[in-house]
């Protein structure tokens, strides 16, 4: 009884903590159209995941703590904009990843750009309302900065 009781319980528990997880959208559009809905900015994400070691850094810094996660859910849309070298990618979010970074002028990694998108006859428009990328000092230090550009919109 008591291995049926605990079997369900770690079960059960892995749905909530799936549950929780954050979700990074890969297709902007999508991500426009949901930012729109809840009337909340796009946090977008330029990263090199597979060989940049501050992209890792602020991943594992800041992106992937609670504190983020909390702040997150509750003020932007998270929107992963990749360019590995080692993984293999699908050549539409290749193409639109690479757009992105044109219209932004991404000179480097990470960098973070906070939007507002418009989606309007299949072409797509932004707002910047800011960028930052690593910010030393862990959640509080980065959140504070972000903020800061929230504000100004």
Not at 26 to 42: D, H, M, S, Y
Not at 102 to 121: E, H, L, R, V, Y
Request: proline share 4%.
């Amino acid at each position: 009884m008591k291995k049926i009781l605990l079997l369900t319980m770690l079960v059960f528990g892995c749905f909530v903590m799936q549950a929780q997880e954050l979700k990074w959208h890969t297709n902007v559009k999508e991500a426009i159209a949901i930012g729109n809905k809840e009337k909340k900015p796009l946090l977008m994400f330029f990263t090199g995941s597979d060989w940049c070691g501050w992209c890792i850094r602020l991943q594992k810094e800041v992106l992937k703590t609670p504190e983020f996660e909390k702040w997150a859910k509750a003020n932007v849309i998270l929107v992963e904009l990749d360019y590995p070298r080692r993984t293999a990618q699908n050549p539409e979010i290749k193409a639109q990843n690479n757009e992105l970074q044109q219209a932004f002028s991404i000179q480097g990694f990470p960098t973070i750009c906070f939007a507002n998108g418009t989606n309007k006859d299949g072409k797509v428009n932004f707002e910047g309302l800011g960028t930052t990328g690593y910010v030393a000092g862990g959640p509080a230090a980065w959140l504070e900065v972000a903020n800061g550009i929230l504000k100004k919109k």
